[in-house]
């Protein structure tokens, strides 16, 4: 056991840098996602039932603007 375990507070704190660390992670992987949407090609899109312009669109969110299926998992 460390001293950091033995501490008070520690497990809120701990708890707390994993929220963060899990939402730092879900926005890097939405910039990721919309960083290869938008290097697709239009027959690729076609592919999955996208146009141009709806690419463009959701590309040009904000990172924190995430989709709503994201905002129902649980980041708590």
């Known amino acids: 056991m460390t001293l ?3 501490l008070p507070g520690h497990r809120r704190s701990r708890g707390l840098f ?3 660390a ?8 939405l ?13 690729r899109l076609a592919d999955l039932g996208l146009t ?4 463009r669109d959701e590309t040009a969110r ?4 995430a989709p709503q299926r ?3 998992h649980e980041c708590r």
């Open 62 to 65: 904000p990172v924190w603007d």
């Open 52 to 55: 141009a312009a709806e690419v």
């Open 4 to 6: 950091a375990a033995t």
């Open 31 to 43: 910039r990721r996602e919309r960083a290869g949407l938008s290097r697709l090609e239009d027959h």
């Open 70 to 72: 994201w905002r129902s």
């Open 18 to 20: 994993a929220r963060i």
């Open 22 to 29: 899990h939402g730092l992670g879900l926005i890097l992987a």
